[in-house]
Structures are given as C-alpha cells and as structure tokens.
C-alpha cells in the first residue's frame, strides 16, 4: 500500500483558524486520491496540552482544535468511499501530566490510578542521577515518576493487568468507529530499557485483541534484527530507518554500498519469522530532518529518492509534502510547516507557524507543480501510479541484485510471471549499461529520460535517472 502521513495541524484549513483540521483533509481526499495515495496515517488527534498532541488527555476525544467525533466518522467515511484507509497515531507509551488518572495518582499514594505510573523513592532516583525519573511537582515528594520523554509524559506502568485492559479498550474504540490501522508510538519503549521482551509480549497481547485484520506498524528506531522478533504474533510491520537511511547516503555519496542486498536479506529474515510481515519503507518522518532538505532541495535527488523508495519492497509511507519537495531543518517545528497549496492569498493555508524554508522563493506550489511535467508532484503521481499497476513491484521480491558498479542501483523484482528490472543511476553523468543476452527481450516502463534510446544491447540510464523495464521471461 500507498500511505500518506498527514501532520494534521500543517495540512489542510477548514475554518480559517490558522489551524489544520479534519473537515480539512476531508476537502481534500480526491487531491490524495488523484495524487495514489490507498492510506493516510493521521498524527495524534486526541485532546492534549501539546501542539504535536503526542501527549495525551483523552484517549477517546478528539482535540476541538481539529474537529469532533462526528468529524472523524465523516472523515473515515469520505475515505472509505475513495477506497483510502485510515490509520491513527495511538500513543500508548506514555500521557500527559495533565491526564486525569495521572492527577489523580499524584493526589495519593492510596488512589487507584497510583499504580498506572512507574514510581521510585526520590532520595534513591537522586543517588543514582536518573535523568528518566522526575520528582512531582505537585503531591507527595517523597517518590518520583518514570517519564522517558520528559517530565511531562509520564509513562504508563504496563505491568498493571487493569492498565494493559484499557489500552487495548481504547483500540477496540476507534476500530469500531472504522479506522484500518495503528501507528504504534514509541513501540519499543512500552517497559523500560532492558526489558525488550516484555515489549514483544504485550505486542502479542494486543495482536490477539485486535486480531489479524488491524494493520499495526510500530515506530522501532533500532536495526532489522533488533525489530525482527516483534513480528512473531505481534506487529504487522516496522518502520525501516536503516533503510531510509541508507537511501539517502546513497544519493549523497553516489554509491549505493551493496544497498540491494542487504535489504534482500533483512527482507528474507523478516519472513522467517513471518511469512506475512511486510517492510514499512519511508525517506523521512515528521521527527526528521526533510529529505529534500538533506541535499539543499537538489530537484534531481528528490525525484531519484522517489524512484528509490517506489521501486522497492514493502508499504510506502510518504511524509505529506515530500511529493513537493517540501524543505525543513529541526527544530521539529520546521519540519511541520504548513502545506503550500498555493502561494497566493488563501484561508486553506494552515498560519499556526510562520514557515521558515518552505517559502514563494524556495518551493513551488501545488498549484504551480500540478500543471508542470516535470515537477516532483508529478514526478511521484507517475511513480505511484507505475507502482500500482505492476504486481512485481507492489509484492514482488527483491532478487538478482548486482552489486558490480557501485553507483548504479540494479535489482529486480519478481511476482509470479512478471519481472521488471530496475536500474538507477546514483551519479551526475549519464550512464550506458550494456548486456551480452541476444535474446533479451523487455518493455520500458518507467524512464527518467526523454529519449532514453533503447538499445538490443544496452540501456542508458540519465544522470540522477531510472529505467524500469519489464523482461519477457
């Protein structure tokens, strides 16, 4: 599938507030629709102090800055009729301090909510200089709370059967309500450090909850072997950093190191442990520095990262704006800047943040990219679009990888009778790949170049270019 993370906030303004919203994105779904996406994954919507929101409140609300209930359910319902899934951010490592139950546990030490937090002697946590403890600033002082993030997400205690009830409670929820899939916050931080395997576990716990019909995708920021065990009976998916990682060194140092084949084999591994399990495969994330970003808005780079990530096995998740070439550097902040629809005088345009990099003299709009061919909207419409209709490249493995040249990308992909060659150039000089089969026989699918000349005997591949060919076999 084609996922597309909105960062609600930034995208769409239904009511002139400043503010994104989800009557918003709900204007805009055939604008996702026209573009390929199958699915939006939502940040957090729920009512929280924050204005990123991955500090919860109400679990079961959402933020009046965005909407209602009644909002939501007309959201998922749009969506559904333009056949796009819908995924929530749930955050359920941690909360606000200002969460109900979290003031109430501050109130006693005898209150029932006491025992949903992490709680350690003050005078020890001091001895120990534990920077994840945090003493309160309200209620008895004697004890300090575990907060990973900081002081003001303390973290819930999953060790409590009641806690873990009511988490899975909360899912149930808003599955019921129509939502296709979770996004996992901080699924490897649910125990604290050190206990890995009781993340697993309650990953499984929720797996059989929720059943195989819920599309789960945790946030893992550690290697492939490291996620591996999480997808035995529990997430459906991860997110792949490495990966997203490795693409981009690629294009910056224009050498692919053998990217090829260490996919291959994370990809192999992960089907060890399930044969269902299936990559979650991105260039950047509302945490990160903007792709774009990580070669100064090169236009060239950004179309060849698209290539790249579309070319490659697993569930695409483009972060909203990258199909513009959307730029921004941290603090996080900038990298939420608004979504530049246009730049003429507009109420859709979210103002909650005066944009920094994503500016008339840095960025073209939507509207001026829309009617340009060679813009990297377009640019990713026509990847998608490629993707969607080749079953090699949407399930197809990743095989027959040459690591020969280190600054051509070969690989292919294969499903059933189809296989389709891929070749990206990771260079500024154009490039002739020559083969020696007389009986070589292909269709060009997908050319970064005009005139890409096809040849019996060779392929030219342009400067930051790719050809996709499909090869009768």
Same mark, same amino acid.
């Given at each position: 599938? *084609?996922?597309?993370?909105?960062?609600?906030?930034?995208?769409?303004?239904?009511?002139?507030?400043?503010?994104?919203?989800?009557?918003?994105?709900?204007?805009?779904?055939?604008?996702?629709?026209?573009?390929?996406?199958?699915?939006?994954?939502?940040?957090?919507?729920?009512?929280?102090?924050?204005?990123?929101?991955?500090?919860?409140?109400?679990?079961?609300?959402?933020?009046?800055?965005?909407?209602?209930?009644?909002?939501?359910?007309?959201?998922?319902?749009?969506?559904?009729?333009?056949?796009?899934?819908?995924?929530?951010?749930?955050?359920?490592?941690?909360?606000?301090?200002?969460?109900?139950?979290?003031?109430?546990?501050?109130?006693?030490?005898?209150?029932?909510?006491?025992?949903?937090?992490?709680?350690?002697?003050?005078?020890?946590?001091?001895?120990?200089?534990?920077?994840?403890?945090?003493?309160?600033?309200?209620?008895?002082?004697?004890?300090?709370?575990?907060?990973?993030? %900081?002081?003001?997400?303390?973290?819930?205690?999953?060790?409590?059967?009641?806690?873990?009830?009511?988490? *899975?409670?909360?899912?149930?929820? %808003?599955?019921?309500?129509?939502?296709?899939?979770?996004?996992?916050?901080?699924?490897?931080?649910?125990?604290?450090?050190?206990?890995?395997?009781?993340?697993?576990?309650?990953?499984?716990?929720?797996?059989?909850?929720?059943?195989?019909?819920?599309?789960?995708?945790?946030?893992?920021?550690?290697?492939?072997?490291?996620?591996?065990?999480?997808?035995?009976?529990?997430?459906?998916?991860?997110?792949?950093?490495?990966?997203?990682?490795?693409?981009?060194?690629?294009?910056?140092?224009?050498?692919?190191?053998?990217?090829?084949?260490?996919?291959?084999?994370?990809?192999?591994?992960?089907?060890?442990?399930?044969?269902?399990?299936?990559?979650? *495969?991105?260039?950047?994330?509302?945490?990160?520095?903007?792709?774009?970003?990580?070669?100064?808005?090169?236009?060239?780079?950004?179309?060849?990262?698209?290539?790249?990530?579309?070319?490659?096995?697993?569930?695409?998740?483009?972060?909203?704006?990258?199909?513009?070439?959307?730029?921004?550097?941290?603090?996080?902040?900038?990298?939420?800047?608004?979504?530049?629809?246009?730049?003429?005088?507009?109420?859709?345009?979210?103002?909650?943040?005066?944009?920094?990099?994503?500016?008339?003299?840095?960025?073209?709009?939507?509207?001026?990219?829309?009617?340009?061919?060679?813009? *990297?909207?377009?640019?990713?419409?026509?990847?998608?679009?490629?993707?969607?209709?080749?079953?090699?490249?949407?399930?197809?493995?990743?095989?027959?990888?040459?690591?020969?040249d280190p600054s051509v990308l070969i690989f292919t992909r294969k499903h059933a009778q189809q296989q389709i060659l891929v070749m990206h150039n990771l260079t500024g000089v154009d490039v002739i790949l020559r083969h020696e089969d007389a009986s070589f026989e292909?269709?060009?699918?997908?050319?970064?170049?005009?005139?890409?000349?096809?040849?019996?005997?060779?392929?030219?591949?342009?400067?930051?270019?790719?050809?996709?060919?499909?090869?009768?076999?």
């Amino acid at each position: 599938m *084609i996922w597309y993370s909105i960062f609600v906030r930034s995208f769409v303004d239904s009511n002139n507030d400043g503010i994104g919203d989800l009557k918003g994105i709900i204007q805009h779904l055939d604008y996702l629709a026209e573009l390929g996406v199958e699915g939006i994954w939502l940040s957090p919507i729920h009512r929280a102090p924050s204005y990123h929101k991955y500090d919860m409140i109400d679990y079961y609300s959402i933020d009046p800055e965005y909407g209602s209930i009644a909002d939501f359910k007309l959201l998922i319902q749009a969506a559904h009729q333009r056949k796009i899934k819908v995924m929530l951010d749930m955050v359920f490592n941690h909360c606000s301090e200002q969460h109900p139950w979290f003031l109430q546990a501050l109130s006693s030490k005898k209150n029932k909510y006491r025992s949903y937090f992490n709680w350690m002697d003050s005078q020890e946590m001091m001895k120990m200089n534990l920077s994840d403890w945090h003493v309160p600033e309200k209620g008895p002082k004697d004890e300090c709370y575990y907060g990973l993030f %900081w002081k003001g997400m303390p973290d819930w205690n999953f060790d409590h059967p009641e806690l873990r009830k009511e988490m *899975i409670n909360i899912a149930q929820f %808003w599955i019921q309500l129509g939502v296709d899939a979770l996004r996992l916050d901080a699924a490897m931080h649910i125990f604290p450090p050190g206990r890995e395997n009781d993340n697993v576990i309650w990953w499984q716990e929720m797996r059989k909850a929720l059943g195989d019909k819920i599309f789960m995708v945790g946030e893992i920021t550690q290697s492939p072997s490291y996620i591996q065990p999480y997808f035995k009976k529990g997430l459906s998916s991860a997110f792949n950093f490495d990966l997203a990682e490795k693409i981009i060194q690629a294009i910056l140092h224009e050498q692919h190191n053998c990217l090829g084949l260490w996919l291959a084999k994370v990809q192999h591994n992960f089907s060890k442990t399930d044969s269902n399990v299936c990559d979650s *495969i991105f260039l950047s994330n509302h945490d990160q520095v903007r792709v774009a970003s990580r070669w100064n808005g090169d236009v060239r780079k950004s179309k060849l990262a698209a290539s790249i990530l579309c070319s490659l096995p697993g569930e695409i998740f483009i972060y909203y704006g990258e199909e513009l070439g959307m730029l921004g550097l941290k603090p996080d902040e900038f990298v939420r800047e608004a979504f530049p629809w246009t730049w003429e005088p507009s109420t859709q345009h979210c103002s909650w943040l005066k944009s920094k990099y994503n500016l008339p003299t840095t960025l073209p709009s939507y509207q001026q990219q829309k009617p340009d061919p060679q813009s *990297i909207f377009n640019h990713y419409q026509t990847l998608l679009a490629i993707r969607k209709n080749h079953l090699a490249l949407t399930q197809g493995k990743i095989e027959n990888v040459i690591c020969n040249d280190p600054s051509v990308l070969i690989f292919t992909r294969k499903h059933a009778q189809q296989q389709i060659l891929v070749m990206h150039n990771l260079t500024g000089v154009d490039v002739i790949l020559r083969h020696e089969d007389a009986s070589f026989e292909y269709m060009t699918i997908h050319a970064t170049s005009e005139n890409p000349s096809p040849q019996k005997d060779s392929f030219h591949v342009p400067a930051y270019g790719t050809l996709m060919v499909d090869v009768k076999m």
